[in-house]
Each structure stands twice: as C-alpha cells, then as structure tokens.
C-alpha cells in the first residue's frame, strides 16, 4: 500500500518563475494538506483541499495556490517566486479534516 | 491563536541515558497535541498524540509523553536513548479539533555513542 507521494523530490527554479508540485495521497484518502518547512524550521500550514475545493488556508499570499482533482491527487503552484520560497514542501494526507495526517518525503524547492 | 514553544534547539544525549524534550503550549481551550520526528529525507512520522483521554500518552519507539494542564506543558520522554533515535522532533497542536497543525520550532537531537 503506497503511502503518500510527492514529485519532483528536488527542483531548481530562479526567481520570477511559477513552480508547480504535485501529490498523490495515501491509498483510500480524501483530503489534502500542504506545509512549508523553511530550513532549520517547523513546517507551516499552507492550505487543505478536501471534495476538490480549498476548505482551510494559512498565513500565505495569493501567489501559492492549489488544486485537488477528482483523484484526490493535489498540485501546490508558486508563482512569481523569491528567494524566501526555498524550502521543503510536504504533502500530508487524511480521511477527511479531521483524520490522522500522513505525511509524504517533500519537494525540496531552492530558488537562485 | 494556537502555538507551541520548544526551548533547546539541539539536545545531545549519551546513548543509554533519558531523553526529555519540553514542549508547553498556549491555547484558549483544551487542544489536541502531538510529537512528531523527522528523520533526515524522511517524512514526517507520528509518535504520539493527546486528545483528552489519558494524560500519560504512549507512542511508538518507547517515548510517552505527559500532559500537565496546569503547566499548559506537553513534555516528551524516553528512558533510553538509542542511535536510532538521532532526528528532529516536532511539537505539535492542532485548531479546532481538526487537522490543521502548529508546529514548534523543533528540537534537534544527537545520540553519543
């Protein structure tokens, strides 16, 4: 039973470009959460997709934006990207928004 | 809002000897905490979690973690600290009794042989 799953693993951008990452939850999962680990921080709450619509955001602009398909599979997009979006992106997954979260390996973004 | 404080970035600890990692929390009403680790290229994983039933928590690997109301403190604790054990370690409350999660800063830990 394949857990969650994320890719790429590790991506190069420079800054000004859009970015584009991508999940597929754990097996019989509905719900997806995304976070933002910073280097030599926790990871932050970025937004949850549940039924295909953004049902939760945290503190973070308009230019992070998400997507859930039919699936449950989910893309995070950056656009117009800074230097400050270097980070480690994780997908988490659950059974609902209230169910145990799971959690994938992350993207590992550097913007140059 | 909701947030967790975790003091002592990095720990060391002589394999063999307890292993404390404190945790208080802040919170308007009763919150659903938890421990997670990290290990290097790993995703996170669940030791632990509180949600108002026994306030002596037992995770995985041999840690438990108690929770003190009255110290607002969710202390981690394991009584021997293996190699294995070397990883980050992740306070954690949620909101509203879903599945949004505050993180803490974490806490870095080394084993010493």
């Known amino acids: 039973d394949a857990g969650v799953t994320q890719s790429p693993t590790h991506l190069i951008k420079t800054r000004g470009q859009q970015v584009t990452l991508r999940c597929s939850p754990k097996s019989g999962h509905d719900t997806v959460s995304w976070y933002q680990q910073a280097l030599g921080q926790g990871p932050q709450f970025i937004f949850q997709y549940y039924e295909e619509e953004e049902r939760q955001r945290g503190n973070f602009p308009d230019r992070f934006s998400g997507h859930q398909f039919p699936n449950y599979s989910s893309e995070l997009n950056v656009n117009a990207l800074l230097l400050g979006d270097s980070a480690l992106y994780l997908c988490?997954?659950?059974?609902?928004?209230?169910?145990?979260?799971?959690f994938g390996e992350g993207s590992r973004l550097t913007v140059l | 809002a909701q947030s967790v404080t975790q003091l002592d970035s990095h720990v060391s600890v002589s394999e063999g000897t307890p292993v404390l990692l404190r945790c208080n929390y802040s919170?308007?009403?009763?919150?659903?905490l938890f421990w997670y680790v990290q290990h290097p290229n790993k995703g996170l994983q669940l030791l632990l979690k509180y949600t108002s039933a026994a306030t002596l928590v037992k995770g995985i690997n041999g840690f438990e973690a108690e929770f003190k109301k009255s110290e607002t403190s969710f202390h981690l604790t394991k009584p021997s600290a293996h190699m294995s054990d070397a990883a980050e370690y992740f306070c954690v409350v949620s909101y509203y009794g879903n599945n949004r999660l505050a993180f803490g800063k974490g806490n870095q830990v080394v084993v010493i042989p």
């Open positions: 988490a997954s659950s059974l609902g928004i209230s169910g145990e979260l799971f």
């Open positions: 919170s308007s009403y009763s919150p659903s």
